[in-house]
């Protein structure tokens, strides 16, 4: 058994291709959840930080950054899985605008006046770095929840008009729709990267684990286009 926690950006491959792994190696995983950065409980620096234990971490790797600055990580066992870029999403059925240019992207916004990202990584850079580009007027309020999961229930309850997250987080949801990836201008590409836990105490499945993540096989290849990721390039 191993003990692995992940947070949104690979979650829904991750789920597709759990199964074949546990099928074909006889490794039972246990799974928990985490953002990948942030603050407050539910990020998975604060989990491991506060005694939860894990054999395996999933985020991104601003995310990780962190984790390796904390010493928790086991050296040379990171692996990149799968990169994901920014995009919006509208709740299904609403208009889908046009977000193509950094003009057309801050007219949508405003047109939203509410507007939801999690509070992890993405939402963080779109706050810290797309937002201060657009001078926004103050009608336009952003809104970062603990989780994208959680940003996705804003959008569909109304509570916001317009949710800013990785492709991989958006096209696992209901009841929302995908209008487009952010202008390359203001985009940021998230890479998700595996890693062993630095206290792990079954390194060597954990290990198997992230090659079974790693591997161009056909299931993993065709879910990572499924979830809109591609492999790290490089």
Same mark, same amino acid.
């Given at each position: 058994?191993?003990?692995?926690?992940?947070?949104?950006?690979?979650?829904?491959?991750?789920?597709?291709?759990?199964?074949?792994f546990?099928?074909?190696?006889?490794?039972?995983?246990?799974?928990?959840?985490?953002?990948?950065?942030?603050?407050?409980?539910k990020?998975?620096?604060?989990?491991?930080?506060?005694?939860?234990?894990?054999?395996?971490?999933?985020?991104?790797?601003?995310?990780?950054?962190?984790?390796?600055?904390?010493?928790r990580?086991?050296?040379?066992?990171?692996?990149?899985?799968?990169?994901?870029?920014? =995009?919006? +999403?509208? %709740? /299904? #059925?609403?208009?889908?605008?046009? $977000? *193509?240019?950094?003009?057309? @992207?801050? &007219?949508?916004?405003?047109?939203?006046?509410?507007?939801?990202?999690?509070?992890?990584?993405?939402?963080?850079?779109?706050?810290?770095?797309?937002?201060?580009?657009?001078?926004?007027?103050?009608?336009?309020?952003?809104?970062?929840?603990?989780?994208?999961?959680?940003? =996705?229930? +804003?959008? %569909? /309850? #109304?509570?916001?008009?317009?949710? $800013? *997250?990785?492709?991989?987080? @958006?096209? &696992?949801?209901?009841?929302?729709?995908v209008?487009?990836?952010?202008?390359p201008?203001?985009?940021?590409?998230?890479?998700?990267?595996?890693?062993?836990?630095?206290?792990?105490?079954?390194?060597?499945?954990?290990?198997?684990?992230?090659?079974?993540?790693?591997?161009?096989?056909?299931?993993?290849? /065709?879910?990572?286009?499924?979830?809109?990721?591609?492999?790290?390039?490089?």
């Amino acid at each position: 058994m191993i003990k692995v926690i992940i947070s949104g950006g690979f979650a829904a491959v991750y789920r597709e291709v759990l199964p074949e792994f546990e099928r074909s190696t006889g490794i039972k995983v246990e799974t928990g959840s985490g953002a990948s950065e942030g603050t407050g409980p539910k990020t998975i620096r604060h989990q491991l930080a506060h005694g939860t234990k894990a054999d395996v971490v999933i985020l991104s790797r601003e995310g990780l950054r962190g984790l390796n600055e904390d010493g928790r990580i086991r050296a040379g066992s990171e692996s990149g899985l799968a990169t994901a870029p920014l =995009a919006a +999403a509208v %709740r /299904a #059925g609403s208009p889908r605008p046009d $977000i *193509g240019s950094a003009a057309a @992207l801050r &007219q949508a916004l405003i047109d939203a006046g509410r507007v939801v990202a999690p509070s992890s990584t993405s939402g963080q850079f779109f706050r810290d770095k797309v937002v201060p580009k657009l001078n926004l007027p103050d009608t336009v309020t952003l809104t970062l929840e603990a989780r994208g999961t959680e940003a =996705a229930e +804003a959008l %569909r /309850a #109304g509570r916001a008009n317009l949710s $800013i *997250g990785p492709t991989s987080e @958006l096209v &696992q949801e209901t009841g929302i729709e995908v209008v487009g990836l952010l202008p390359p201008d203001l985009q940021l590409v998230q890479t998700f990267t595996a890693a062993i836990v630095s206290d792990s105490t079954a390194p060597e499945a954990a290990g198997r684990l992230i090659d079974f993540l790693s591997s161009d096989t056909d299931l993993l290849l /065709a879910a990572i286009r499924r979830a809109g990721m591609q492999r790290p390039r490089g």
